[in-house]
Nanobody
């Protein structure tokens, strides 16, 4: 089993940047593809980005392409989500998750963190 802990969320003005981190413990992160999801109040959980176990393949939801970058450092057992040009509609609770293979559906992920709040003011 792997435990995931997100950090780096906060309040930022529109156009600003944040870098989210997801630290893993329990098992080696390199055994898992990783994803970031978000959920705004009253909305369903939404796929944001995913990265393969090696980091050689990534996937993004269209609304964040060109603004967000997912990366990983397997030596540090950590996955990152660099978020630039933030918009108020990016406001949500952001979760990281681990899966056996890269996936865009939340049902493909076995382990989840508790989430970190991102709030973008206009």
């Amino acid at each position: 089993q792997v435990q995931l802990v997100e950090s780096g969320g906060g309040l930022v003005q529109a156009g600003g940047s944040l870098r989210l981190s997801c630290a893993a413990s329990g098992r080696t992160l390199s055994n898992y593809a990783m994803g970031w999801f978000r959920q705004a109040p009253g909305k369903e959980r939404e796929f944001v980005a995913a990265i393969s176990r090696s980091g050689g393949s990534t996937s993004y939801v269209d609304s964040v392409k060109g603004r967000f970058t997912i990366s990983r450092d397997n030596a540090k057992n950590t996955v990152y989500l660099q978020m630039n040009s933030l918009k108020p509609e990016d406001t949500a609770l952001y979760y990281c998750a681990a899966a056996r293979a890269i996936a865009v559906r939340h049902t493909g992920y076995n382990y989840w963190g508790q989430g970190t709040q991102v709030t973008v003011s206009s």
